[in-house]
């Protein structure tokens, strides 16, 4: 079936550093990938997607490439804010899962001034 | 545009209790998604609606159901509810199944 491993978090980075999150997937057929992020009570937004082998996603500095010869979707940042702090989440749907969002286990970020 | 919104954000229920849980997606949008988040076993996903009838649906015992109107709303019904639902209940809505979901803010359910 299909699965999502994401790198163990917490994750602690001082401002303006470099971020990347691990994410790796299994999945039997042709998958979008996803990445959601949460903030504290707060429910997923959407930060960027993929729908193709080769595709980059990207979204307010942050970025992802579906690599399909290494089944991964690396996040990706070059400088991060406070306000970046909060749970990264790597999701992948496809047609054999019926189209539900299959999602890692989340990484937390903190990130410090 | 409006975004998803569930109502209440917040419920305390008692074991054994019944539970409605409701959510209203963006305008346009026929697919609605219902997925649990708990620490120990992350985001699962619940059932899909889309157009009233229900279109795929995760591991989840038959005390949990759901319902989709014909505007699109949904609600989500736990019965004899446990401990063990206690979680955040997230509602997603898209234009079809395969088009990017979007996020309500949740609710929260803690039973006692």
Known sequence: GNSVTQME?????SEEAFLT???TYTATGYPSLFWYVQYPGEGLQLLLKATKADDKG?????EATYRKET???HLEKGSVQV???????????????????NFGKG?????TP | K????????YLIKTRGQQVTLSCSPISGHRSVSWYQQTPGQGLQFLFEYFSETQRNKGNFPGRFSGRQFSNSRSEMNVSTLELGDSALYLCASSFDSWTPAFFGQGTRLTVV
């Open chain 1, 9 to 13: 978090g917490p994750v602690t980075l």
């Open chain 1, 21 to 23: 999150i691990n994410c």
């Open chain 1, 58 to 62: 990207s979204n307010k500095g942050f």
């Open chain 1, 71 to 73: 089944t991964s979707f």
């Open chain 1, 83 to 101: 306000s970046d702090s909060a749970v990264y989440f790597c999701a992948l749907r496809d047609s054999n899962s019926g189209y539900a969002l």
């Open chain 1, 107 to 111: 990484t937390s970020l903190l990130v």
């Open chain 2, 2 to 9: 409006a975004g998803v919104t569930q109502t209440p954000r």
